[in-house]
């Protein structure tokens, strides 16, 4: 009987859920259909059921020629150099939410807030343009630098192919820093406040109580933010790179999602695309399980 009631209620359960499973199927798994097109010799408008069969050519053709493996190369270098920056800072957001909990006007802490979250919705082109306005050869820092003397001719901060992976970041960073510090607040707000009391009962600075209370009811949230973030090394996105690149910064601005999206969009070569992107994936999941399997070793705990 006790047996019975168990298994109506997991089914009760499964019934919850059951909507949100078919959603996951429909558009995370159903998609995965379409890395067949990467074992095709496919060239729209032919359908694929016409076009031939050319098993592993595409994969092989990824290092064919040296000029391909350089290529290739430069857009992985790429891609690390500005994953890796986005990974050494991810500790920035929970810095943000702590110092941003200890101040005490209600008002001015929301405000902050407010405006740290409000450019996560914005999108990519319309940061571009205040990017434009701001730093093209005619844009205000431009003109300033022209008005005080401290420039003759414009400095072209668009154009330019140095340093590019770290104006990406910065830019990356002022856009989605508020939003990404909402969890690291949501887990502030639920310390417990017995161990706050402690910690003043035994004389301890606001600082102390930092270090000692906040940051370590922290760690598991930062650790599990952080393998994901591991686990999407290779998923720079494509918006924010697609409206910054040009001519002079293409080479160091190309990332892998990018260089994905011109392959097809702009050399017609669907099947390449394909094939790279599945790669991608592949080594997203051994990231990730990689990570789970470092983090259950380290800290006795993950995701997966």
Avoid at 152 to 180: C, E, I, N, R, Y
């Amino acid at each position: 009987m006790r047996s019975q009631s168990i298994r109506s209620n997991s089914f009760r359960k499964f019934l919850y859920i059951s909507p949100f499973m078919v959603l996951l199927a429909v558009f995370s798994y159903y998609p995965l259909y379409g890395w067949v097109y990467a074992f095709f010799d496919y060239t729209p408008p032919i359908p694929l059921s016409q076009s031939p069969f050319v098993g592993f050519k595409w994969f092989h053709s990824l290092v064919e020629n040296q000029v391909k493996i350089d290529q290739l190369l430069q857009v992985i270098k790429n891609t690390f150099g500005i994953s890796g920056l986005g990974i050494l800072f991810s500790w920035l957001p929970m810095i943000f939410a702590i110092f941003l909990t200890e101040i005490k006007a209600v008002r001015f802490r929301k405000f902050i807030q407010t405006v740290t979250t409000l450019p996560n919705f914005i999108s990519w082109v319309l940061v571009y343009s205040l990017a434009f306005s701001m730093f093209s050869s005619e844009g205000m820092v431009n003109g300033f630098l022209h008005m005080t003397g401290l420039s003759d001719s414009p400095v072209l901060f668009l154009q330019s192919s140095d340093h590019v992976w770290l104006t990406m970041w910065f830019w990356a960073t002022w856009k989605t820093l508020g939003w990404s510090a909402i969890l690291y607040i949501a887990a502030i707000m639920g310390i417990d406040e017995s161990l706050y009391e402690a910690a003043y009962v035994d004389g301890a600075t606001r600082m102390q109580v930092i270090r000692h209370v906040v940051l370590p009811s922290m760690m598991p949230t930062y650790f599990v933010l952080l393998m994901l973030q591991i686990a999407s090394f290779l998923n720079n996105g494509l918006e924010q790179y697609f409206v910054f690149q040009n001519a002079f910064n293409k080479d160091t601005m190309q990332v892998l999602d990018l260089y994905v999206y011109n392959l097809a969009m702009g050399g017609g070569s669907y099947s390449v695309s394909v094939a790279i992107s599945m790669l991608k994936s592949l080594i997203s999941v051994v990231l990730l399980f990689s990570v789970n399997g470092l983090s259950k070793l380290l800290r006795g705990e993950g995701i997966v």
